[in-house]
């Protein structure tokens, strides 16, 4: 079975600083890996993936990803925040053969100005 | 750009009536998706359909229906609605079923 953990439920941040948010997964086989953002009152939008190929990914309003294998990991990052950063974010994975996205409990990133 | 509607943003119901929630898409999309998201718990799958009048069960698939007639549309049913059904319950859809999933803005229904 697929698993997904987001280790941060709340990460408040100032403005213009760096930030991660961290994403493990658990799976035997190969995965596709998501990042979607919720902002206030409205649905997830799609950040950015990692299908195949290389392991950093990037995505839109300045976030990057990297895919570690060996670690299990997935974690979003950003060099310089914004105030309209300010969401929640959530990791999800895709195993191979599973019909099944599974999603993490999500990660709200508050940006202190 | 792909557009996922949802019928209500904000529903009111009481216990034991039927609710349905409905979804539109307009990207012919093969794949639609229902989740309910709670506070500490993410996003939690319902049902799934990959055709028209095909569907699967989710991971909390109790107490729910789904019905797909058309391609484009994807409803959700609550056959007697209980408190414990109070949520933000959330459409998507995708063209293929393991790639990116498009996300109507929600409905948040409470069950009184």
């Known amino acids: 079975a697929q698993s997904v953990t987001q280790l941060d439920s709340q990460v408040p941040v100032f403005e213009e600083a760096p930030v991660e948010l961290r994403c493990n997964y658990s799976s035997s086989v190969s995965v596709y890996l998501f990042w979607y953002v919720q902002y206030p009152n409205q649905g997830l939008q799609l950040l950015l993936k990692?299908?195949?190929?290389?392991?950093l990914v990037k995505g839109i309003n300045g976030f990057e990803a990297e895919f570690n294998k060996s670690q299990t990991s997935f974690h979003l990052r950003k060099p310089s925040v914004h105030i309209s950063d300010t969401a929640e974010y959530f990791c999800a994975v895709h195993n191979f053969g599973n019909e099944k996205l599974t999603f993490g409990t999500g990660t709200r990133l508050t940006i202190i100005p | 750009d792909v557009k996922v509607t949802q019928s209500s943003r904000y529903l009111v119901k009481r216990t034991g009536e039927k609710v349905f929630l409905e979804c539109v898409q307009d990207?012919?999309?093969?794949?639609m998706f229902w989740y309910r998201q709670d506070p500490g718990l993410g996003l939690r799958l319902i049902y799934f359909s990959y055709d028209v009048k095909m569907k699967e069960k989710g991971d909390i698939p109790e107490g729910y229906s789904v019905s797909r007639e058309k391609k484009e549309r994807f409803s959700l049913i609550l056959e007697s609605a209980s408190t414990n059904q109070t949520s933000m319950y959330l459409c998507a859809s995708s063209l293929v079923i393991e790639e990116t999933q498009y996300f109507g803005p929600g409905t948040r229904l409470l069950v009184l």
């Open positions: 990207m012919d999309h093969e794949n």
């Open positions: 990692y299908l195949s190929g290389s392991t």
